[in-house]
């Protein structure tokens, strides 16, 4: 809880209340002081909203408390994952774009695509994967181009490209037959390529090499 005050030009406080990490005071004062005309003049409901504009602000209320406080309620954005290179969403499919700390959540996934496409992608991430994570993949990067064609990377190496016709219903194809695979091949996967109409067709890495060194014995 914190307190910011303006007393050159109203006679009232104004009262933070929430756990704060990314919001910052010097930003809060920004956006507040101008709504501020008096204890029954200022508007709460656009000086909340001014609040709300804040790329860290999920949520705000504002109330009066007598005799001349105002009272602001804030919660702040929790990014889910990454959306392209300088925002984030929140778990509602939710874009902000903060001005810095984007480099804290470097280690989420990253989703990208058309403007319009946040909800969809988050949704179609959540998805994919719970299917992929039993089989040993996590996702890393999931995108869309400009084409609206789909492509998908996990952290272990594999890339897997949907395409653009049905890229989901040939997500869920793909994911029941490499669950069909043992665990040795799928770990061998690089490559998928998921656009065709009947099937999809795979790449596989090289088993690795057992090298052995034996010393020789002098005798």
Known sequence: MERMRETDRVPAQVRIVGPLRHVRMAALKRVVIPHLHGYWETDLTALAAAVRHLPWVAAVRAERIWPRTFQLDLKEQRPVVRWGETSLLN?????????????????????????????????????????????????????????????????????????????????????????????????????????????????????????????????
């Open 91 to 219: 778990a509602r499919g939710e874009k902000f774009t903060p001005a810095d700390d984007v480099h804290e959540y470097a280690g989420l996934p990253q989703l990208s695509g058309p403007e319009g496409y946040e909800f969809r992608l988050l949704t179609a991430y959540r998805r994919m994967a719970a299917a992929l994570s039993p089989l040993g993949w996590h996702i890393a990067r999931l995108q869309v181009d400009a084409r609206r064609s789909w492509r998908l990377e996990t952290r272990e190496g594999m890339t897997l490209v949907l395409g653009r016709m049905r890229p989901e219903a040939a997500f869920e194809g793909v994911a029941r037959a490499l669950g069909q695979l043992t665990a040795d091949v799928r770990r061998r996967i690089d490559y998928v390529d998921a656009r065709y109409h009947h099937g999809f067709a795979l790449r596989l890495r090289e088993p690795a090499t057992e090298v052995k060194h034996t010393q020789a014995q002098h005798g």
